[in-house]
């Protein structure tokens, strides 16, 4: 049986943070796709540390999305 | 995951170089492609007075730094320019961030509001847009009179240069647009540095060649203070064509500034295919125009706003 993880998200300046269940190995990439984000549209914080979308995620990561595309 | 080019952790995957950077390296990168834009272009001289458009937001803040640090340099004089369209709930929130980085940076400040120049903020001039039912986009409004605004700024504050924060994506993005919309004469306007005409301070574009995101995690990685988030009238045309090429750069990375490249090659041959026209005064507000009555104006009293000759 395939092994899952799971991983608390928030979107940045909100308070209120999801519960993404992922398996196990999989990227931020993959959760961006996950959640329908462009990956070039956000800058992703691991555990408050900036990351690439390439990073693998742990169980228990607390992941913050931050959009990028601002203004008019 | 370790940064190419040093071993660090890296912070970004640049898949259009295919490079992996570490936050120095990328911050130093930004940095550079800044340097080498004013240097490539000559966009800023010594002893020059350099008005920076600036409305809080992540490019505009990052391009004061970045201005504001190298014209420490070159003994320059550097001034924020922020326009206060009035839009509720967006630039209030953004005016303050604007100033706090304008006086953290020890920099001359200077807000210029559409209700003391118009007699109308945005949101005003947009609900009786609404009203009369014209076909106007609130982005046309807003895009001609923050232009006219911040020239008019420029020029009064003695500025040899007005310097806006467009990044990679929205060259690309404005290349596009007039593309789909067949308008020439825009198109052929673009580029890093608008050339100086009577009444208009040149406007130079020392971002260009940096996409957003690279911008954004500048900001973030030093710390900067920018107010992130989206203006509430940006839809229609220019966010598909946003959406559009954010979709295609990552199926196929260096899309951006391919478009851009690709448009800096053809763009002296554009040059010729343009004819000049005679500078005039507009005959409400004085400020340049190529008719009698500035596209600001124009717009204004088309919507029955009164304008004082």
């Known amino acids: 049986m395939t092994k899952m993880i799971v991983v608390t998200v928030k979107l ?8 993404i269940k992922l398996t196990q190995g999989a990227k931020i990439a993959d959760l961006l796709k996950q959640l329908n984000y462009n990956p070039d549209v956000v800058a992703v914080r691991c555990n408050k540390k900036i990351v690439p979308e390439e990073e693998r995620l742990l169980n228990d990561d607390i992941v913050e999305i931050i959009p990028i595309v601002t203004g008019g | 995951m370790k940064c190419t080019f040093c071993g660090r952790r890296a912070v970004y995957n640049r898949r259009y170089a295919g490079t992996l950077l570490c936050d120095r390296c990328l911050t130093k990168s930004v940095e ?10 000559k966009l800023i001289a010594p002893n020059e007075k350099i008005a920076i458009a600036v409305s809080g937001g992540k490019d505009s ?13 070159k003994n320059c004089e550097v001034a924020a320019v922020t326009i206060d369209e009035g839009i509720k709930g967006y630039r209030d929130h953004s005016l303050p961030v604007a100033r706090e980085n304008a006086e953290e940076l020890g920099v001359e400040y ?7 120049a118009y007699g109308a903020t945005l949101d005003e001039i947009v609900r009786v847009a609404k009203k009369r039912k014209s076909r106007q986009h609130p982005c046309t ?11 008019k700024a420029a020029r009064e504050l003695g500025a040899d240069k007005l310097a806006t924060a467009h ?3 929205d060259e690309a993005q404005a290349i596009m647009l007039n593309y789909v919309r067949g308008d020439f004469s825009r198109l052929h306007r673009l580029g890093p540095i608008y050339p100086p005409r009577e009444g208009f301070v040149p406007r130079i574009k020392p971002m260009r060649e940096i996409p957003e995101k690279e911008i954004a995690l500048y900001a973030l990685l030093k710390d900067i203070k920018v107010h992130l988030a989206v203006c509430p009238y940006a839809d229609g045309i220019h966010t598909e064509i946003r959406d559009f090429l954010n979709d295609f750069e990552v199926k ?3 899309t951006k500034f391919m478009i851009v490249r690709m448009f800096d090659r053809m763009k002296p041959h554009l040059a ?3 004819h000049e026209f005679e500078m005039q005064r507009c005959n409400f507000c004085g400020e340049p125009t190529s008719t009698s009555v500035c596209k600001a104006c124009e717009l204004l009293v088309q919507l029955g706003f009164k304008r004082q000759k």
Not at chain 2, 61 to 73: M, S, W
């Open chain 2, 32 to 41: 550079r492609r800044f340097w080498r834009a004013v240097a490539e272009h």
């Open chain 2, 141 to 151: 409004y807003c895009g001609v009179m923050r232009r006219s605004l911040l020239n």
């Open chain 2, 61 to 73: 803040v990052v391009a004061l730094h970045l201005i504001a640090d190298y014209c420490k340099n």
């Open chain 2, 110 to 116: 200077l807000i210029v509001s559409f209700k003391e």
């Open chain 1, 12 to 19: 940045y300046g909100q308070r209120r943070t999801k519960k």
């Open chain 2, 167 to 169: 990044n990679l994506d």
């Open chain 2, 252 to 254: 196929h990375p260096n």
């Open chain 2, 272 to 274: 010729g295919a343009m």
